[in-house]
């Protein structure tokens, strides 16, 4: 069983819609969780973090439940653009604080 | 601010032959990371170094991987020899003393063939 895991999708969704991605970590000893995202052929790129009580950047909203040991990732009025594979990340001090990452869910926002 | 830069962006080669990537980290960075990425497999962690120095090489799938980090502005990953399972995209990240954001390079896309 893979320490981060997400369903790849793909998800297709149209332009303007919510989507939802959800991921599930094993280690409960992680303490700080990550949303990358990661265009065709390119690099990661840090989206934003995740915090307990949750946080919003502009249309992406971030949510972690520990107790279920599961993020959120929640995407409103979905655009073109938004077109990629959202990474899950995981840190864990007992792990060296090194970075976990999960498979990635990919995105596809269509016209 | 010129990023991390890996080199080369693509490589084919033959299996049995040796392949070196090579980074260069962000100026200033004193953490750096080498990752792989695979379709089956995911985004894994082969090595980090800290001050130039290895610190954890538990992800380094083999004898056949070695990589040294000879300044605190240049890596190199080694294969050798290589093998067609190498396939795969390789990338290099640093930090500011670990601290978080990891900056990934381009990435070196490598066929062994």
Not at chain 1, 51 to 69: I, M, V
């Amino acid at each position: 069983r893979k320490e981060v895991e997400q369903d790849p999708g793909p998800f297709n969704v149209p332009e303007g819609a919510t989507v939802a991605f959800n991921c599930t970590y094993s280690n409960s000893a992680s303490q700080s969780f990550f949303w990358y995202r990661q265009d065709c052929r390119k690099e990661p790129k840090l989206l934003m973090s995740v915090y307990s009580s949750g946080n919003e950047d502009g249309r992406f909203t971030a949510q972690l439940n520990r107790a279920s040991q599961y993020i959120s990732l929640l995407i409103r009025d979905s655009k073109l653009s938004d077109s990629a594979t959202y990474l899950c990340v995981a840190q864990a001090k007992n792990a060296g604080n090194m970075l976990t990452f999960g498979g990635g869910t990919r995105l596809m926002v269509k016209p | 601010d010129a990023g991390v830069i890996q080199s080369p962006r693509h490589e084919v080669t033959e299996m049995g032959q040796e392949v070196t990537l090579r980074c260069k980290p962000i100026s200033g960075h004193n953490s750096l990371f080498w990752y792989r990425q695979t379709m089956m497999r995911g985004l894994e962690l082969l090595i980090y170094f800290n001050n130039n120095v290895p610190i954890d090489d538990s992800g380094m799938p083999e004898d056949r991987f070695s990589a040294k980090m000879p300044n605190a502005s240049f890596s190199t990953l080694k294969i050798q020899p290589s093998e067609p399972r190498d396939s795969a995209v390789y990338f290099c990240a640093s930090t500011p003393g670990g601290v978080l954001p990891l900056h990934f390079g381009n990435g070196t896309r490598l066929t062994v063939t």
